[in-house]
C-alpha cells in the first residue's frame, strides 16, 4: 500500500525521486497520515492539507541544512514522516513516543521547539542572519498559517526581517481559509512562476537603477506594479515590510509548488509565498468538517468520528453552559477567546449572544487588554483561556488589569496536565504568576458544581479575578442550577482525622487535588481540606490545622515553587507556627505528553503517590508507620 512511501527514510531519499513519482508519494502520504492518526489520534486535518507543501519543501531544500520551521507544528506530520519517523507515528503523543509537535530533542530536522502560534517569522529570521554572521549559505523557511498570522508577533517579525534586503529568508502563508477562486488557476501559476523567476527580478532592478534619477517616474511605476500584482494577489501588505510577495499558488499543486520554490532560492532579500491549501484535503469527511476532525481520538476512517453522550460534564462544558446562563441574568456579561471558540466551549455563546461574542483571533495580549477596556465602561468581561495560552499575554495582565484593579473574570482552563500535547500546552504556572499580583484572586475548582459556583463568585468581584480548572471531566457530582457566591477566601474541611496526637496529618488540597487527597486521606486517617481559594489564601484554616495537627501536606496541580503550598508556608511563617510541611505538586521539569492519568501517577499526584510520599517523609516524625494497619490502596 505504502511501496514508494516505505522507501523514503530520510529527505535525500525524496530528492532521488523523479517529479513524476511525487503524485503518488502524495497519495500514499495522505494515505498513511489517515490511518496512522486514526489508530492514535492527534492533528488531522491540518496535516492532510500539508502534504503537497511538505514533499516540495523537502524536495527542493537541503534540509535538514536548511531550516524549516512550522509555526504551531501541528501540521508537521508529513514531514515527520518524511524524516525518519514513519514506523514511529504509532507512538504519537504517547508516554516515551513521538511528540505532536516538532521537537528539537527528536530529531535534527526539527529545527525549532513550536507549538504556540506565530512564533516561525522570529525564529527563522533569527536562523538565516546567524547564518550570515557565520558565513553560511543556508535557507530559512517558516511556514506559517492564516490563523496564526493574526498574532502581533507575526508582524513584529516581519517588520523586522523587511531591513535586510539579503537576509536568506522565506515566508510560507499556508492559507486554509480561502477556498481556491477562479483567479487561483493556471493564469496565476503562470503570473507566480513569471514573478518568482530571475528574469523579472533582474528586469524590475534594472529598471529601477535606470530610472533612479527620475524619482517621480520611480515611484509611478512601482506604484502601477503594486496595483498590477493587486489584482491577483493581495502583495501590498506583505511588500510594504519589504518582502517581495509571490502568489496565491495552489498548495496541493506540485507542479506549481516546485517550480516557485525553485526560483525563490535565486532570490535575494526576504521572500513571501502565498499557497492556498485545504484542510482535511483528499478525505471527504474532513473536507467537509474540518473543525471535527481537527484534533480527533481514534475512529475508524470508513465511518467516521461517531459523536457519543458522554457520562459526564467536561468542565469546559460547565464553563460553557454557566456563561449562557449569566449572560442570560446579566447583559454586561460578554465572551473574549483569542481563537479558541470551540476548545473553551463558546459555541453556544456565540450562537445565542453573537453581539456579545469577541474572538480576536491569536493575540493573546490584545485579548487581555481589550477586556480590560470594556471593563473600564462597565461592562463584565470574561475571558476564556487556556492556562498555557495567558502566560502569553502576562505583562497586560500585569499592567492593563491588576495594576488598574479592573474586573476581568479570567476562566483558565486546561489548568495543569494535559495528557498528549506534552509540555507546551501543560498549564503548569499559572498559580504561580498570579497569586504574586496585588488584587488578583485565583480560585481552584475541585468539581463540576464548585466550578460554577466559583465562576460566579468571581464575577461578583471589584477587581480582577481567576477560576482555574483542568482538562477533561469531573469526579461526576451534581451540578446546582442555581449560582450562589462562595464566602470569599474561605476553604472547608471534607475529612477530620480520628489519629491520636502525634500522629495527625492534614492535607491542604487545591482543585483537582481534592479527590486524589480523600482517597489517600482514607487510607491514611488524615484530614482534608478543600481550600478553594489561592488567593486570597484561608489563612485561619491554615493556622488552626497547623495547630491541631502534627504536619501538612499541600497538594497541586501546578508548579511546586512559587505555587499554592508555598503560599501556606508563607502564612505559617507569618504567624510564627512552625511546623513540618510536605509540599506535593509538578516537579521542576517540563513533563511530555502521555496518558493523564500515567502522568499524575509518575508525578506522584495520584492517591496511591500521595500515600507513600506522606508515608516517606512522616513515617519517622509519627510514633509508627501512617496508616500502616489499614488496608492498601487497589489501583
Not at 466559583?454 to 471531566?473: D, N
Request: glycine share 10%; with cysteine; proline share 5%.
Amino acid at each position: 500500500m505504502y511501496q514508494l512511501l516505505n522507501t523514503i527514510n530520510e529527505p535525500s531519499e525524496l530528492r532521488r525521486l523523479k517529479p513524476s513519482q511525487l503524485e503518488r508519494l502524495a497519495d500514499e502520504l495522505r494515505a498513511f497520515i489517515l490511518d496512522s492518526v486514526s489508530r492514535t489520534g492527534g492533528h488531522l486535518s491540518s496535516n492532510l492539507g500539508t502534504v503537497e507543501l511538505t514533499i516540495a519543501l523537502h524536495y527542493v531544500f537541503n534540509t535538514p541544512d536548511d531550516r524549516i520551521v512550522w509555526d504551531v507544528g501541528h501540521q508537521a506530520y508529513p514531514h515527520k514522516i518524511l524524516t525518519g519517523r514513519r514506523e514511529a507515528m504509532s507512538t504519537l503523543r504517547q508516554l516515551g513516543g513521538l511528540s505532536g509537535f516538532p521537537c528539537r530533542s527528536e530529531s535534527a530536522y526539527d529545527t525549532f521547539g513550536t507549538a504556540h502560534s506565530s512564533t516561525s517569522i522570529s525564529a527563522a529570521l533569527g536562523m538565516a542572519r546567524a547564518s550570515q554572521l557565520k558565513g553560511e549559505e543556508r535557507f530559512a523557511i517558516a511556514v506559517i498559517g492564516d490563523g496564526a498570522m493574526t498574532a502581533g508577533m507575526a508582524f513584529e517579525a516581519m517588520n523586522n526581517a523587511g531591513i535586510y534586503d539579503d537576509v536568506p529568508l522565506i515566508v510560507i502563508l499556508n492559507d486554509n481559509e480561502m477556498s481556491i477562486s477562479p483567479p487561483v488557476g493556471a493564469l496565476n501559476r503562470y503570473l507566480a512562476r513569471l514573478i518568482s523567476g530571475r528574469f523579472y527580478a533582474t528586469a524590475k532592478k534594472g529598471i529601477e537603477q535606470l530610472l533612479s534619477g527620475a524619482p517621480p517616474v520611480l515611484e509611478f511605476l512601482r506604484r502601477m506594479e503594486g496595483h498590477a500584482k493587486g489584482m491577483v494577489a493581495p502583495a501590498t501588505l506583505f511588500e510594504e515590510f519589504g518582502f517581495n510577495y509571490i502568489g496565491p499558488i495552489d498548495g496541493h499543486d506540485l507542479d506549481s509548488l516546485i517550480p516557485t520554490l525553485r526560483n525563490l532560492k535565486e532570490l535575494k532579500g526576504p521572500q513571501f509565498l502565498h499557497v492556498i491549501t485545504k484542510k482535511g484535503q483528499g478525505y471527504s469527511l474532513a473536507e467537509a468538517d474540518p473543525v471535527l476532525y481537527h484534533g480527533p481520538g481514534k475512529f475508524n476512517p470508513a465511518e467516521g468520528i461517531k459523536s457519543a453522550a458522554a457520562a459526564r460534564k467536561t468542565y469546559t462544558q460547565v464553563f460553557g453552559e454557566w456563561l449562557c446562563d449569566i449572560a442570560e441574568q446579566d447583559q454586561r456579561v460578554v465572551g473574549i477567546t483569542p481563537a479558541m471558540r470551540e476548545g473553551s466551549g463558546l459555541i453556544e455563546f456565540e450562537q445565542r449572544f453573537p453581539e456579545r461574542y469577541y474572538d480576536v483571533g491569536i493575540a493573546e495580549q490584545h485579548a487581555v487588554t481589550f477586556a480590560g477596556g470594556l471593563a473600564v465602561e462597565g461592562l463584565k468581561p470574561v475571558v476564556a483561556i487556556y492556562s498555557t495560552f495567558l502566560q502569553r499575554a502576562y505583562d497586560q495582565l500585569i499592567h492593563d488589569i491588576a495594576l488598574q484593579n479592573l474586573p476581568v473574570l479570567f476562566a483558565i482552563d486546561r489548568a495543569g496536565l494535559v495528557g498528549a500535547d506534552g509540555a507546551t500546552h501543560a498549564g503548569t504556572y499559572d498559580i504561580a504568576f498570579l497569586r504574586c499580583l496585588p488584587n488578583m484572586t485565583v480560585m481552584a475548582a475541585s468539581d463540576e458544581n464548585e466550578c460554577r459556583q466559583m465562576l460566579y463568585t468571581a464575577l461578583q468581584q471589584p477587581g480582577p479575578s481567576a477560576v482555574r480548572y483542568p482538562r477533561g471531566v469531573g469526579p461526576g457530582v451534581t451540578i446546582e442550577k442555581q449560582m450562589s457566591a462562595l464566602p470569599l477566601g474561605k476553604g472547608e474541611m471534607r475529612r477530620t482525622s480520628s489519629q491520636p496526637a502525634g500522629q495527625r496529618i492534614a492535607i491542604l488540597a487545591f482543585g483537582a487535588m481534592v479527590t486524589p487527597s480523600l482517597a489517600a486521606a482514607n487510607i491514611l486517617d488524615a484530614s482534608v481540606a478543600n481550600m478553594r481559594f489561592i488567593k486570597p489564601l484561608d489563612d485561619a484554616l491554615v493556622q488552626q490545622l497547623a495547630q491541631s495537627h502534627d504536619a501538612l501536606v499541600t497538594v497541586e496541580e501546578g508548579c511546586v515553587m512559587g505555587g499554592a503550598g508555598s503560599a501556606c508556608i508563607e502564612s505559617l511563617l507569618a504567624a510564627g507556627i512552625q511546623r513540618p510541611v510536605l509540599q506535593l505538586g509538578l516537579p521542576d521539569d517540563f513533563i511530555a505528553q502521555g496518558d493523564p492519568a500515567r502522568l499524575l501517577a509518575n508525578c506522584g499526584l495520584d492517591s496511591a503517590g500521595i500515600v507513600q510520599a506522606i508515608r516517606q517523609r512522616f513515617a519517622t516524625h509519627t510514633t509508627q508507620n501512617l496508616g500502616a494497619s489499614t488496608p492498601e490502596l487497589v489501583i
